[in-house]
């Protein structure tokens, strides 16, 4: 369930036709976690906050109150945000 950026505690840095993003966004939707979802394709600033946060350029990542996950596991996702 996608909400607007100020209702949501989690961004989802993603790509376009990934099939690990779409199955991140599968994740928080069958848990019901609200989320921001940036594209980093197709907003550098997108990409450029999330190369900041994890130095890195793999997706998706998980951000919540300044922490992330990148490419974590559904063991690693519920213990970050359920």
Do not use: I, N
Request: aromatic share 8%; hydrophobic share 40%.
């Amino acid at each position: 369930m996608k909400d607007s950026p100020k209702d949501t505690a989690v961004t989802l840095y993603v790509v376009a036709d990934c099939p690990l993003c779409a199955g991140a966004r599968e994740w928080l939707e069958a848990h019901q976690v609200s989320y921001e979802e940036r594209d980093v394709t197709a907003h550098f600033g997108a990409l450029r906050d999330m190369y900041r946060l994890t130095k890195q350029r793999l997706v998706p990542v998980f951000e919540r109150r300044k922490e992330a996950l990148v490419r974590p596991t559904a063991t690693q996702l519920t213990e970050f945000l359920l």
